[in-house]
């Protein structure tokens, strides 16, 4: 089951049905089932990831007090209420990860179907940017009310009968929400490379993995946001530094692919949309903020701290999530910190900044206790790389604190970080253990 939620999640993350006032999701429904399943199983979290439960609580406390304001504020509680069921689902997915994946088979499994998920996104993302295929991909799958919401097609129309490329985006949501989403599951992928080593078994052909990381990193491309080819350099960068021969072999595989397919087009091709890319950089390295987008990302940086003066009670008073009913303040449309600030006080922030930071020392320790290339310190190293990955989409975009899907996907990752530390101390034990019968005899 938690395979199943994984997949939706990756793929599909809005699709469900409108029931009364608000939509119920499938993937809300899968991480209820998946959450009564995991109570079943046993906990076994390593002590100093205990913390993350403690910091966890903290930001729960934090979203429950913001939700209550928003009642207060909006004079319905059926909004508020229903954000806060959501956020609470987005937490049981990390509480789940930890008691279902007990062994390495069980994680491969779980990361095989995300990788489906992934392929999906990617083909979708692809074909939504690309001029040639945008239309079939608006009218066969965007809009299927099913799998997305109607919004998003006005936007499209405009676009259909351009013969020029545009951001891609796919069910998880805009180009941001995609690129993000892509981004922290791209490592994944190569981890997967690397474990046919270990569990030769377990993991489906090479070719299709090879595929799989190829069209991921490529949609995450044309998304043309600048947060998210950041964050696939970054991520590169660390598999690249941390890596060993395997993965960097992988990752060079790849990145000589991309280089391939695009300049055999030709970036200056109407197909693509670099144009965009190299605008805003240029606007961003001129330090020109007129832009009323730019200076939005300048103002999230900065106005917090000035509306915490004038308005101290949000120390412990967010304004609460309810999906727009109430209003939200422009600073929080840019950065998650400013949104988890505006939302659930400067204490969810805090916290949300905590959790943010724990998964490192946890992969770190993670990768100090494992045997040397062992099959720990490799998906530690990958993880590191998905959380390194994951820092253009927190300080650009807002939805890993005020989206629930942002928020399964934030803890979902948290997640995998604690089973990595966990299976790191097991593999030290093996080793101890081995280790001290080779000196007996």
Not at 27 to 44: E, G, Q
Not at 368 to 386: G, V
Request: glycine share 8%; charged share 15%.
């Amino acid at each position: 089951m938690l395979g199943l939620t994984v997949l939706v999640l990756c793929a599909a993350p809005r699709a469900g049905i409108k029931v009364g006032p608000a939509p119920l999701y499938l993937v809300d429904l899968l991480l209820f089932v998946t959450a009564v399943l995991a109570f079943y199983r046993p906990s076994k979290t390593p002590s100093d990831a205990r913390r993350v439960y403690v910091w966890m609580g903290i930001y729960l406390i934090a979203i429950s007090i913001g939700q209550f304001n928003a009642y207060l504020t909006y004079g319905a509680i059926i909004e508020p209420a229903y954000v806060f069921v959501r956020y609470v689902l987005s937490f049981s997915l990390l509480l789940s990860v930890v008691r279902i994946i007990q062994s390495p088979p069980e994680l491969i499994f779980t990361i095989k179907m995300a990788m489906v998920g992934v392929l999906i996104t990617s083909l979708i993302t692809i074909g939504v940017s690309l001029p040639f295929t945008r239309s079939i991909v608006q009218s066969q799958i965007l809009s299927n009310k099913l799998l997305e919401p109607a919004d998003v097609n006005d936007k499209l129309d405009r676009l259909s009968d351009e013969e020029k490329g545009t951001r891609g985006r796919s069910l998880i949501g805009a180009s941001t929400m995609t690129g993000g989403f892509l981004n922290v599951l791209w490592p994944l992928s190569v981890l997967l490379l690397i474990t046919r080593r270990y569990f030769p078994g377990f993991v489906v052909s090479s070719h299709w993995i090879r595929i799989t990381a190829f069209l991921c990193a490529f949609a995450t491309i044309l998304t043309y946001g600048r947060g998210a080819i950041l964050g696939l350099a970054m991520a590169g960068f660390v598999i690249l530094s941390l890596g060993k021969g395997g993965s960097k072999k992988n990752l060079l595989v790849l990145a000589l692919g991309a280089v391939i397919v695009i300049g055999s087009i030709g970036v200056e091709s109407e197909i693509f949309y670099f144009d965009r890319v190299v605008k805003k950089t240029v606007v961003l390295l001129d330090g020109d903020f007129t832009d009323d987008n730019e200076q939005g990302r300048v103002r999230s940086f900065v106005e917090p701290w000035f509306y915490l003066l004038d308005h101290p009670e949000s120390i412990i008073l967010g304004q609460g999530n309810t999906r727009g009913k109430v209003g939200r303040i422009a600073f929080a449309a840019h950065f998650s910190l400013a949104a988890a600030y505006h939302y659930f006080g400067l204490i969810g922030a805090f916290a949300f900044v905590i959790l943010n930071l724990l998964p490192y020392l946890l992969l770190i320790q993670a990768m100090r206790i494992s045997p040397p290339d062992s099959f720990a310190q490799n998906f530690s190293r990958m993880m590191i790389a998905a959380f390194v990955a994951m820092i253009p989409w927190l300080v650009l975009g807002h939805a890993a604190a005020s989206m629930p899907r942002g928020s399964m996907l934030f803890f979902f990752v948290i997640g995998l970080a604690i089973v990595a530390r966990r299976f790191a101390q097991v593999e030290a034990i093996r080793q101890a253990g081995r280790d001290g019968r080779t000196d007996g005899r």
